[in-house]
């Protein structure tokens, strides 16, 4: 039915498409998860002005429902309003109907205005709901900011499996930034140009895995920093000076 009418909407004129939502209020629950599968539509398409007036016409009837709810913060964050889906998810504690894949979208968005603290909290909580999503996608988060700031010493490079299919690029470039952060810190007490070999060969591999999205730029980022952390100041140059330029 969702499909269906999202392709529906697609022959749709606007007129038309106003004339449905209107109705709006006699929607069964069928009716609903249609208007959330247009909304994901829509921000599989990225089409902005659609997704914004989606928000700011019906945006108090979408978070009635937490499938629309959870709809509209994914293509808001799809299309990269992050400060709006940020805000529009706020509320996710309210929700005990939440699904990880909302909360991805939350962390994303987070990540991506440099709130990574916060991000990692959302993404905390998303674990404890279970499921692969969770575990593949939320997991790959959390692993990656324990090895940034340290909390993970023990764990070798090699602990952190990638993951093999081709369109998780996120979970692959988190996977390699964080082999690249273990074995920076594995190897610090060996001196500087010890580190940045062992870290740069997987962080060249994140880099040429790193998708076109904020919240991994700001990630890569947030390694390159932490690594160069790790060296006291008189090194920082080698990780700039060829052949020891890992970025």
Not at 3 to 25: H, K, M, T
Not at 169 to 175: F, G, I, T
Request: aromatic share 8%; glycine share 8%.
């Amino acid at each position: 039915l969702a499909e269906a009418w999202c392709n529906a909407r697609e022959r749709a004129a606007p007129a038309r498409v106003d004339r449905i939502l209107a109705r709006r209020e006699h929607l069964e629950e069928a009716g609903r998860l249609a208007v959330a599968a247009w909304i994901q539509r829509l921000g599989e398409q990225r089409r902005t002005l659609g997704i914004l007036w989606m928000r700011f016409r019906y945006g108090g009837w979408l978070r009635r429902s937490d499938a629309t709810w959870g709809a509209l913060g994914y293509a808001l964050c799809a299309a990269g309003l992050f400060t709006l889906c940020a805000r529009w998810l706020a509320d996710f504690r309210k929700r005990p109907a939440a699904e990880p894949w909302m909360l991805y979208n939350l962390v994303s968005s987070l990540w991506s205005l440099g709130r990574g603290t916060s991000a990692i909290e959302v993404a905390r909580v998303g674990l404890e709901l279970g499921g692969p999503a969770a575990a593949h996608q939320l997991g790959a988060w959390v692993t990656f900011h324990d090895a940034l700031v340290g909390d993970d010493a023990q764990s070798e490079p090699d602990d952190c499996p990638l993951p093999g299919d081709d369109e998780a690029l996120h979970e692959r470039a988190l996977a390699q930034l964080t082999r690249s952060l273990r074995a920076a810190r594995r190897s610090q007490g060996a001196g500087p140009r010890a580190v940045l070999r062992e870290a740069g060969p997987a962080l060249r591999a994140a880099r040429e895995l790193t998708p076109a999205a904020r919240d991994i730029e700001r990630a890569y980022s947030a390694t390159r920093a932490a690594i160069l952390g790790l060296l006291p100041p008189w090194a920082r140059p080698l990780a700039f000076l060829t052949p020891l330029r890992w970025w």
